[in-house]
């Protein structure tokens, strides 16, 4: 089974904070991409990774970046994290090739509150 | 998928019952589609995929119906089961911009 690992399960933390949300997975996929989920809205993309050193920006990058330096790591990045930031993280992952049905698959997320 | 606004869908089912969830779709030139699942305090977890060239797929327990021409897609599940309480979203990718697009989901409660 894919095993899609998100560091903290709850994090609290102070605006203004760099906030990092580490993700793991160990099914050797390429892809990764980081979502937040917020009552109403859904998923929407924050950023995505086809490969090691490499990012792109999904809907709502504003106020993030990421990092992706091995293969089975990608970060998300707050870099001074805002109120408006508070909401459930998730990490997803899924397999090469791109144009082909290939389900992405999840961590249990991370919920941040900002205070 | 698309957003249905501030508060989920729900749908209540006794249990042994089937249950129909319902999706609609804004973009006609999606190629893949797929059902999640999450329970609460959980992550979405895979279901159920379907192509844009089928009009039907079946799992274990579950069926994926795709019709094109509405733009709708419907997750059944037979039987239901106490483990199925929770919310049911699903998502449609485009392999030309290949981002998933996700509903926003229906909480789905069994009745004992």
């Known amino acids: 089974d894919v095993k899609v690992t998100q560091s903290s399960r709850y994090l609290v933390k102070r605006t203004g904070e760099k906030v990092f949300l580490e993700c793991v997975q160990d099914?050797?996929?390429?892809?990764m991409f980081w979502y937040r989920q917020d009552p109403g809205l859904g998923l929407r993309l924050i950023y995505f990774?086809?490969?090691?050193?490499?990012?792109e920006k999904g809907d709502i990058p504003e106020g993030y970046s990421v990092s992706r330096e091995k293969k089975e790591r990608f970060s998300l990045i707050l870099e001074s994290a805002s109120t408006n930031q508070t909401s459930m993280y998730l990490c997803?992952?899924?397999?090469?090739?791109?144009?082909?049905?290939?389900?992405?698959?999840f961590g249990d997320g991370t919920r941040l509150s900002i205070l | 998928g698309e957003s249905v606004g501030l508060h989920l869908p729900t749908l209540s089912v006794q249990e042994g019952d089937n249950s129909i969830i319902n999706c609609a779709y804004s973009?006609?030139?999606?190629?893949?589609f797929i059902w999640y699942k999450q329970e609460s305090g959980k992550g979405p977890q895979f279901i159920i995929d379907?192509?844009?060239?089928?009009d039907k797929r079946q799992g274990q327990r579950v069926t994926v119906l795709l019709n094109k021409t509405v733009k709708h897609l419907s997750l059944q599940i037979a039987a239901t089961q106490p483990g199925d309480s929770a919310v049911y979203f699903c998502?449609?990718?485009?392999?030309?911009?290949?981002?998933?697009?996700f509903g926003t989901g229906t909480r789905l409660t069994i009745i004992p």
């Open positions: 997803a992952s899924s397999r090469q090739p791109r144009t082909s049905n290939q389900p992405q698959h």
């Open positions: 099914m050797d996929h390429e892809n």
């Open positions: 990774s086809y490969d090691v050193k490499m990012k």
């Open positions: 973009n006609s030139a999606s190629d893949y």
């Open positions: 379907i192509r844009s060239n089928m």
């Open positions: 998502a449609d990718i485009n392999f030309g911009n290949e981002k998933l697009t």
